[in-house]
C-alpha cells in the first residue's frame, strides 16, 4: 500500500510521499458557504477570505495549537486537500502517516484519525511530530545517540529529546501567530496604528529577525489610526520589530532550557555534541537560529527547509517501525 505523510497544522498543511517530498503547501483553511449545498473552499483561497468575508461565508482555521478543533470542519479541509495532493493515485485509497503534538490528548488524535478516514484514507498511522522533525531533518536518530529537536509552528513550540524515542518533551502555545500578535500589539501601543494578522506576518516575514544584525532595515506600514478611525501609515524599523519580539522569543528560549535540564547526563553529551535542531515554519524568523544560540550557550542549527521537516520524517518514522 502506498502511503503518504501529513503535517496539519495550524498554518498550514502539508502532504509528501517517499519518492517526491513534499506534495501539496496550503493553508489550512477552509471556507463554508451557507447558500450552497457543497459551498467549501480550501487553501490559498480560502485563507484570503479570512475576516473579508459577508455574512453567509464563514472562514476559518480548524486546527488550534496543532490539534484538531472542528473535527467536521477538519474532515472537510482533508477530503479536498488530500486528493488534490496525491491525484489519481487517491483512487486505491493509500496510507496516511499523520503527525501529532506530543501532549496532544486521545481524543484529539482520534478526531484527527476519523478525519483522514472520513477523506478516504486506507488506513491511518500516527507518529508525534518531535520524531517525525528528527527524521526529516536528517538526523541519525537511534541509540545510543540522541538529539534536540526545537519544532516552531504556528501556534505552538515543542522541544523533545528523541533517542530514538521522545524521551524529554516540553510544549508551549507560542509560535509564528504569537509573533504576529506581537507585532499587531507594538504597533497599536507605540504607533497608534491598528493592523491585521496579515499584515503583521507581512512585516515579519519582510523585516522581522531576532539578531541586532537586521536592525536597520525599514518598512512603511499601513494601516487605521486608532484616534480618527482614518487610513494612516509609519514607518516601521528592524530594531523595533525585534523588540516586539522579545517575549515570545524568550519565552522559546527558557523551555529550550527547561528541557535540556530535564534531559537525562547521559544524554547531555550527545546533544551538546550535535546541537539543537530547529524545524517548523517559526524556524525561518531571521537571525533566531543566532538569537537561541547565544541564550542558550549551545550551537543551533536550522533544519534544510525546516517546514517541510515533519511532513517528510512521518514516512521514515512509519518505515522504521517495521
Known sequence: MQRIGLDLGTCTVLVAD????????????????????????VGERA?????????HIHAMR?????????????????KRVLPRAVGWKWRFHPEVVAAVPTRAT?????????????????????VEKPIAAAFGAGLKVGQPHAALIVDIGAGTTEVAAV??????????????????????????TCHGLEIGQESAEQIKLTIGSAHPRHDTRRLEVHGRDRSSGLPHHVTVTGRQV????EEPLRRIATLIHTTLDRTPPALSADVLQGGLVLT???????????????????????AEDPVGCVARGTL??????N
Request: aromatic share 4%; charged share 20%.
Open 18 to 41: 517517499a519518492h517526491k517530498g513534499v506534495l501539496l503547501k496550503e493553508p489550512a483553511v477552509i471556507a463554508s458557504d451557507s447558500t450552497q449545498a457543497d459551498g467549501y473552499t
Open 47 to 55: 485563507r484570503r477570505m479570512l475576516g473579508r468575508t459577508p455574512a
Open 62 to 78: 480548524p486546527v488550534c495549537r496543532g490539534a484538531v478543533g472542528a473535527p467536521a470542519a477538519t474532515r472537510e479541509l482533508l
Open 106 to 126: 486521545r481524543f484529539e488524535r482520534e478526531a484527527l484519525k476519523q478525519a483522514i478516514a472520513a477523506a478516504g484514507a486506507g488506513a491511518v498511522s500516527i
Open 163 to 188: 533517542s530514538p524515542e521522545i524521551v524529554v518533551c516540553d510544549c508551549i502555545s507560542v509560535g509564528g501567530d504569537a509573533f504576529d500578535t506581537a507585532i499587531v500589539f507594538h504597533l497599536r
Open 242 to 245: 525585534r523588540l516586539a519580539l
Open 280 to 302: 517548523g515554519g517559526g524556524a525561518l524568523l531571521r537571525g533566531l537560529d543566532e538569537y537561541l544560540g547565544q541564550e542558550i550557550g549551545q550551537t543551533v542549527i536550522l
Open 316 to 321: 521514515i518514522a512509519r518505515a522504521c517501525r
